[in-house]
Every structure is written in structure tokens, then in C-alpha cells.
């Protein structure tokens, strides 16, 4: 018996090796890859001279490149969507379970793509490529601050267009995001409907509506009223670190539901010793929050923050008409794909899109996201909806 728990034992542990070494050779390495502009035009009419953006991309371009699927990130996202820079990463980028060979977005048939946004969220995080408030004017040799010209939705597609056209691409099999991606997917379908086949939104909104404007002002805020903050020029200074980490807390547990956080802090107690005996102490949750956005703090911008608010605010698709004529333009067939739970951008937005596409006589699917999570549903829960997600990309063209 002893020599059979030996051979078992030995057994086990190959097995497990081999089980590693597979899940090695399968993982997906991905490098980042920059991108330069010498001038970019904003929507607002300002130019930008040297804009530079990270991408990267997962799969192979066939010969007529007509297998592109472009993912457009979140809020505080960057282009890893899916893969490892290397074998050690701690984690795959936010999408790996969708993004990779035979998943949802297979990369044995297409080749999926994904651009840095300008005003990147990360501009300090070194797998990150933006131009925005704190890079270096070339004109001035100083770091641009707030004469950084204000920025869209609508700019970001565009520097992903010329991304794109830079590798002779002409034509999306499918565009998808999630959160500030759907923004920029479904501008994607209006601004450009003969380059988009499908539509994915995640997460989505079709326009900034009141409520919805007021949430994003709440995230600026704590930055503006940080006494370090100095009206942006803080760049030789003290930086605003504590409006930035408070304006994280909000953005973080907004982007949460309480069913997620009440169950990831069963501690919390409301008579906890510490706040109730120092007004200056807080609650362990508090504490919780406040360490998790410090932590993304330190490679983030809160300028670049206030410049993401204010593309979010700005949104309606087509940055034109009103949401009901812009989905006149679109010709691509659209998938919806809100979290049911949702608080930040809740169902009712995604169902407004969907409404109106059925209104202009387009195609359009829908189906909810369910979990714990909320918002974030979108990003960690995405999986539940790989068969639908492969289904859609794998139907014909409507173009």
C-alpha cells in the first residue's frame, strides 16, 4: 500500500506538471506596439501635434484583412484585453476568457485588435502608450496640463481609425466594448457604418443623459477641490493624490454592487472599535476601498482622469442628432449585452439603444449579464455570454 500512495503521489505531481506546461504553451504572449501621429485633429477643432498610442493585437491578419475585430476598453482599461506580456504575469489582460484560440473570439480566425485611449486613465503604467494632460507640449517642452485640448469619444475612434488604416485595414468584421468601450463601439457604427459589420456593446449607453452626467461630475470632484491640485499645473509640484484616491473610492464602488461588497467584507461590523472610538479611524470596508485606490493611484493621472470625465459626458453616438436618428446610420447588426444588476450604467441605457435600432428597422439583439458584481459584471462576467458572443461574430455580414 505504501508503495502505491508513492506511485500516486509521482503520478499526481506529473500530471500536474504537465497540466502546467500546457497551460503554459496555450498561454497567449502579446507585445505592445506603439503608434505615432504627427497631427490629429480633434472634434473640437484643436490639433495635437505627436499623439502617440499603444496597441496590441491576437492573432494573425488574413490576406484581404477582412478578419479585423477591434476591442475598445473601459474607463480606466487600456489595450490588454486578453494574453500576458510574459509567462510570469500575475494576471492575462481583462478579457483572456473571451480573447484567445477557440474561445468566443477565436484568434485561429481572427485578428483582434485594441488601442490606448488618448487621456489614458494608466498614463504611468509602463505596458501603457497615451498622449494626454502629462505628456511633454513639444511646442513648450512642458507637460501640456489643462491647455490639453478637451477630448471625445468621437477622438478616440478616430485615432484607433488611423491606427487601423496604418496596417491597411478598411473594414471591422466586428467592433466590441465595454462601459466607456460601448461608447466607442457603437460611435464606431455610426460615425463609420461602412467599415463596421457587427456591433458589441457591453456594459453599454447610447448618450450621456442627466443622470448619467451628474454620477461622472461626482468623480471630478474630489480631484478639483485637492489643495495640492493647483488647476491642473501640479506636474513640479505636489501631485493630488488624495483627490485622485477618493475619486478612485467613488469610481470603484460605484462600479460595484452591495450584494459583491457586502459579501467580500463579512467582518464589517457598524460598531467597529477603531471609528468608534476615533473620529479620525475608519471603518475596516473604508480602509479596504481607500487600499485598493491608492494602490491603482499610483500609476494613474488625475488630470487625465478629469479629461476622461469629460469625453464621457460629452457622448451621444454619431455626436450629432439625437440617439433616434444617429441609429438611422447604422448598417452593422448589433448585440447588447447590459449587466441586470447594474448601477452605474444601468439596463435601461442599453435598452434605449436596442429600442431605437428596432425603430430604424436594424439588427439588434439583447440579453443581460447576470452576477454579483454590477457594472463590473461586464469585464469579469463576460464568459457566461461566450456562446451568444461566437454565434453573433460568426453570423453574415450585413454590409
Same mark, same amino acid.
Given at each position: 500500500?505504501?508503495?502505491?500512495?508513492?506511485?500516486?503521489?509521482?503520478?499526481?505531481?506529473?500530471?500536474?506538471?504537465?497540466?502546467?506546461?500546457?497551460?503554459?504553451?496555450?498561454?497567449?504572449?502579446?507585445?505592445?506596439?506603439?503608434?505615432?501621429?504627427?497631427?490629429?485633429?480633434?472634434?473640437?477643432?484643436?490639433?495635437?501635434?505627436?499623439?502617440?498610442?499603444?496597441?496590441?493585437?491576437?492573432?494573425?491578419?488574413?490576406?484581404?484583412?477582412?478578419?479585423?475585430?477591434?476591442?475598445?476598453?473601459?474607463?480606466?482599461?487600456?489595450?490588454?484585453?486578453?494574453?500576458?506580456?510574459?509567462?510570469?504575469?500575475?494576471?492575462?489582460?481583462?478579457?483572456?476568457?473571451?480573447?484567445?484560440?477557440?474561445?468566443?473570439?477565436?484568434?485561429?480566425?481572427?485578428?483582434?485588435?485594441?488601442?490606448?485611449?488618448?487621456?489614458?486613465?494608466?498614463?504611468?503604467?509602463?505596458?501603457?502608450?497615451?498622449?494626454?494632460?502629462?505628456?511633454?507640449?513639444?511646442?513648450?517642452?512642458?507637460?501640456?496640463?489643462?491647455?490639453?485640448?478637451?477630448?471625445?469619444?468621437?477622438?478616440?475612434?478616430?485615432?484607433?481609425?488611423?491606427?487601423?488604416?496604418?496596417?491597411?485595414?478598411?473594414?471591422?468584421? %466586428?467592433? &466590441?466594448?465595454?462601459?466607456? =468601450?460601448?461608447? !466607442? *463601439?457603437?460611435? @464606431?457604427? #455610426?460615425?463609420?457604418?461602412?467599415?463596421? %459589420?457587427? &456591433?458589441?456593446?457591453?456594459? =453599454?449607453?447610447? !448618450? *450621456?443623459?442627466? @443622470?448619467? #452626467?451628474?454620477?461622472?461630475?461626482?468623480? %471630478?470632484?474630489?480631484?478639483?477641490?485637492?489643495?495640492?491640485?493647483?488647476?491642473?499645473?501640479?506636474?513640479?509640484?505636489?501631485?493630488?493624490?488624495?483627490?485622485?484616491?477618493?475619486?478612485?473610492?467613488?469610481?470603484?464602488?460605484?462600479?460595484?454592487?452591495?450584494?459583491?461588497?457586502?459579501?467580500?467584507?463579512?467582518?464589517?461590523?457598524?460598531?467597529?472599535?477603531?471609528?468608534?472610538?476615533?473620529?479620525?479611524?475608519?471603518?475596516?470596508?473604508?480602509?479596504?476601498?481607500?487600499?485598493?485606490?491608492?494602490?491603482?493611484?499610483?500609476?494613474?493621472?488625475?488630470?487625465?482622469?478629469?479629461?476622461?470625465?469629460?469625453?464621457?459626458?460629452?457622448?451621444?453616438?454619431?455626436?450629432?442628432?439625437?440617439?433616434?436618428?444617429?441609429?438611422?446610420?447604422?448598417?452593422?447588426?448589433?448585440?447588447?449585452?447590459?449587466?441586470?444588476?447594474?448601477?452605474?450604467?444601468?439596463?435601461?441605457?442599453?435598452?434605449?439603444?436596442?429600442?431605437?435600432?428596432?425603430?430604424?428597422?436594424?439588427?439588434?439583439?439583447?440579453?443581460?449579464?447576470?452576477?454579483?458584481?454590477?457594472?463590473?459584471?461586464?469585464?469579469?462576467?463576460?464568459?457566461?455570454?461566450?456562446?451568444?458572443?461566437?454565434?453573433?461574430?460568426?453570423?453574415?455580414?450585413?454590409?
Amino acid at each position: 500500500m505504501r508503495h502505491f500512495c508513492i506511485w500516486l503521489g509521482k503520478f499526481v505531481l506529473l500530471a500536474l506538471c504537465l497540466i502546467q506546461l500546457c497551460w503554459a504553451q496555450d498561454t497567449l504572449l502579446v507585445n505592445k506596439q506603439q503608434f505615432t501621429l504627427d497631427d490629429f485633429v480633434t472634434f473640437g477643432g484643436k490639433t495635437i501635434k505627436q499623439v502617440k498610442v499603444g496597441w496590441e493585437s491576437y492573432g494573425k491578419l488574413n490576406e484581404d484583412k477582412s478578419n479585423v475585430i477591434l476591442i475598445t476598453h473601459f474607463f480606466s482599461g487600456n489595450s490588454h484585453a486578453a494574453g500576458k506580456y510574459s509567462q510570469d504575469d500575475a494576471k492575462p489582460g481583462y478579457w483572456d476568457s473571451i480573447i484567445g484560440p477557440d474561445k468566443a473570439i477565436d484568434t485561429n480566425h481572427y485578428f483582434v485588435i485594441s488601442v490606448d485611449s488618448l487621456v489614458n486613465l494608466g498614463v504611468h503604467d509602463p505596458h501603457v502608450i497615451t498622449t494626454g494632460p502629462a505628456s511633454i507640449n513639444p511646442e513648450t517642452g512642458k507637460p501640456y496640463g489643462l491647455t490639453f485640448p478637451v477630448v471625445t469619444i468621437r477622438d478616440f475612434v478616430n485615432v484607433q481609425k488611423a491606427v487601423l488604416e496604418s496596417l491597411g485595414i478598411s473594414k471591422l468584421h %466586428a467592433v &466590441m466594448g465595454a462601459s466607456m =468601450g460601448s461608447m !466607442q *463601439a457603437l460611435e @464606431w457604427a #455610426t460615425a463609420y457604418p461602412d467599415w463596421v %459589420a457587427r &456591433m458589441i456593446s457591453v456594459i =453599454g449607453v447610447g !448618450q *450621456a443623459d442627466a @443622470w448619467t #452626467t451628474l454620477t461622472l461630475e461626482q468623480w %471630478a470632484m474630489p480631484i478639483r477641490l485637492d489643495k495640492h491640485w493647483n488647476h491642473g499645473d501640479y506636474y513640479q509640484r505636489q501631485i493630488p493624490v488624495d483627490g485622485l484616491t477618493a475619486s478612485l473610492m467613488m469610481i470603484t464602488q460605484q462600479a460595484m454592487h452591495p450584494d459583491y461588497i457586502n459579501a467580500a467584507n463579512p467582518q464589517h461590523w457598524p460598531l467597529e472599535a477603531a471609528p468608534l472610538n476615533d473620529i479620525n479611524q475608519s471603518h475596516q470596508v473604508v480602509n479596504w476601498l481607500k487600499n485598493a485606490a491608492q494602490a491603482r493611484a499610483n500609476i494613474m493621472d488625475a488630470n487625465h482622469l478629469l479629461y476622461l470625465v469629460r469625453a464621457n459626458q460629452l457622448f451621444i453616438a454619431g455626436h450629432h442628432d439625437k440617439l433616434e436618428e444617429a441609429m438611422k446610420r447604422v448598417k452593422a447588426k448589433s448585440l447588447l449585452l447590459p449587466s441586470h444588476n447594474d448601477l452605474l450604467l444601468m439596463p435601461y441605457m442599453a435598452k434605449q439603444v436596442h429600442q431605437a435600432l428596432l425603430a430604424a428597422g436594424k439588427s439588434s439583439q439583447y440579453a443581460e449579464i447576470n452576477g454579483p458584481m454590477g457594472h463590473l459584471n461586464g469585464v469579469v462576467g463576460i464568459a457566461q455570454h461566450s456562446s451568444t458572443i461566437a454565434a453573433f461574430l460568426a453570423a453574415k455580414d450585413s454590409l
